[in-house]
Antibody, heavy 118, light 107 residues
Framework: QVHLVESGGAVVQPGGSLRLSCAPS????????IHWVRQAPGKGLEWVTF????????YYADSVKGRFTISRDNSKSTLYLQMNSLRHEDTAMYYC???????????WGQGTLVTVSS | EIVLTQSPATLSLSPGERATLSCRAS??????LAWYQQKPGRVPRLLIY???NRATGIPARFSGSGSGTDFTLTISSLEPDDFAVYYC?????????FGGGTKVEIK
């Protein structure tokens, strides 16, 4: 059974940094791309970033480009999202989500909450 | 980037009724469109991918159609469990943004 478990969410001040992690299980991690999707309180889904199976291809939403960095360590079966220069508008639940090899999301983690507040 | 516009924002229907949700793209996405369902307090789940293919375990009352820029998610007969928010997403061009969502509520 596929599971994705996010961690690292916290309350952070504007301008601060945070690193989220995602630990997947139930599938061969090194074979699949992974997305991060976020959802601000009471709002819709916002796609944030994607990394392909081997880490060579990465894509970012304009809203986070230059501030967020996605990476993966296939030897540790772990995905990371480094978030720098955080803003109030980055406050959201962050979901780690598995790609189905055709750029659709077929499994979601439970999310980790990031709150940017002074 | 491709913008997806979903309509209506809210759909008020009774159990047993047919629901028709629309997703319009600002440019053609060919057949690269998916639908997700999100219930309150729950994570989203994939319903339909590649316009009309049901994901694993999705009941046959859910169907998708369309091509190019106009797409429809149809729920043939609403069950109590179907009242939720539905999002479309395109995957034809980066970034693969979501639409704003349609809330299907009980009338």
């Amino acid at each position: 059974q596929v599971h994705l478990v996010e961690s690292g969410g916290a309350v952070v001040q504007p301008g601060g940094s945070l690193r989220l992690s995602c630990a997947p299980s139930g599938f061969t991690f090194s074979n699949y791309g992974i997305h991060w999707v976020r959802q601000a309180p009471g709002k819709g889904l916002e796609w944030v970033t994607f990394i392909n199976y081997n880490g060579n291809d990465k894509y970012y939403a304009d809203s986070v480009k230059g501030r967020f960095t996605i990476s993966r360590d296939n030897s540790k079966s772990t995905l990371y999202l480094q978030m720098n220069s955080l803003r109030h508008e980055d406050t959201a639940m962050y979901y780690c989500a598995k790609d189905n090899s055709d750029y659709y999301i077929d499994h979601w983690g439970q999310g980790t909450l990031v709150t940017v507040s002074s | 980037e491709i913008v997806l516009t979903q309509s209506p924002a809210t759909l008020s229907l009774s159990p047993g009724e047919r629901a028709t949700l629309s997703c319009r793209a600002s440019q053609s996405v060919s057949d690269g469109l998916a639908w997700y369902q999100q219930k309150p307090g729950r994570v989203p789940r994939l319903l339909i991918y590649a316009v009309s293919n049901r994901a694993t375990g999705i009941p046959a009352r859910f169907s998708g159609s369309g091509s190019g820029t106009d797409f429809t998610l149809t729920i043939s007969s609403l069950e109590p469990d179907d009242f939720a928010v539905y999002y479309c997403q395109q995957r034809s061009k980066w970034p693969p943004h979501f639409g704003g969502g349609t809330k299907v509520e009980i009338k």
